[in-house]
């Protein structure tokens, strides 16, 4: 009996924030349409840049340009227009543009922002007094973490995947359905540990105004850190050294891996044992804090 009863609180704390989140959609919009901005303008703004580190059409054209010349002694004139319409349907064919590079980095984005609104979901509810409700129940205060915890994760990996389709019909190629498969997993393990993080948080805290400071202070630089705007490779080297302390790196590293099979620095084993270890510790420091919570 008890424990079909805490199942059942875990049920019941998912489903509310599955209602609030379909009730409210000027707070889907409002957390969407902000990666959907970076993803467009972004996206479609850096086209024609070279970056380091990111393969272009443009650096394709030239090495088939030499191999052309040196190699089979083409022409120089046709072998620049040759390599130019090569390049550039190669490029196509495996998703070699800033785009498709830059739509993992943006879902990893979305993802680590849904840990701020799970946070404030707790402190509103201490706020008018439903958390105070809750806590008295004849359940386990771990339950009632992990079922809003999981309702956390599911709103966010929800909202990744409606950037991933609004993604497609702007160029971003899906390099297989297998790889599709596989980033939910992925996606699971970023939301989970990061709304982990926020709940902590929440845990702890009773001043909006302080939440959303240290929030920020936390979120902004883990996004940046983590290579989801450019390639790692272009960061200073110590720069780099920060990002890969950064658990979005090996979230945004297994994403593109997985989705569009390019810009991925280290093995997927590596990128999935990282997360699984910060997801872990999260739920474990998030329940914890969580249980110790004190409620007016």
């Not at 340009?65 to 550039?88: H, K, M, R």
């Not at 830059?102 to 799970?118: H, K, N, Q, R, T």
């Not at 129940?137 to 990744?160: C, D, E, H, K, N």
């Not at 050294?241 to 994403?255: K, M, Q």
Request: a neutral charge; proline letters at 4%.
């Amino acid at each position: 009996m008890k424990r079909s009863l805490e199942f059942q609180a875990v049920y019941v704390m998912w489903l509310r924030e599955m209602k609030k989140f379909f009730r409210s959609w000027s707070r889907v919009i409002g957390m969407v349409a902000m990666p959907a901005f970076f993803l467009v303008f972004m996206g479609m703004g850096f086209e024609s840049f070279e970056i380091s580190g990111l393969p272009s059409s443009a650096f394709i054209a030239n090495y088939i340009t030499e191999a052309l010349q040196s190699v089979w002694g083409v022409n120089q004139y046709v072998a620049y227009f040759g390599s130019q319409y090569l390049a550039d349907e190669l490029a196509k064919e495996l998703g070699l543009n800033y785009l498709s590079f830059l739509s993992p980095g943006i879902i990893g984005m979305i993802l680590l922002f849904a840990s701020m609104v799970a946070g404030m979901s707790i402190l509103f509810d201490r706020e008018f007094g439903f958390l105070k409700e809750v806590m008295v129940a004849p359940v386990s205060r771990f339950s009632i973490a992990m079922g809003r915890t999981l309702g956390g994760v599911t709103t966010a990996i929800m909202q990744g995947l409606l950037i991933l389709l609004i993604s497609i019909p702007l160029g971003v190629n899906i390099s297989n359905p297998a790889g599709l498969s596989l980033s939910v997993v992925f996606m699971m393990l970023i939301s989970m540990g990061f709304v982990g993080l926020g709940v902590a948080f929440a845990a702890k805290m009773t001043d909006f105004q302080g939440f959303m400071l240290i929030m920020n202070f936390i979120v902004f630089p883990l996004f940046f850190l983590s290579g989801a705007l450019f390639p790692l490779s272009s960061f200073p080297s110590w720069v780099q050294t920060i990002a890969y302390l950064d658990p979005l790196t090996y979230g945004v590293d297994a994403l593109r891996t997985t989705l569009v099979g390019i810009g991925g620095t280290m093995p997927l084993t590596v990128n999935f044992l990282v997360l699984i270890g910060f997801t872990a510790a999260m739920l474990l420091v998030s329940t914890y804090l969580f249980q110790g919570t004190e409620v007016d």
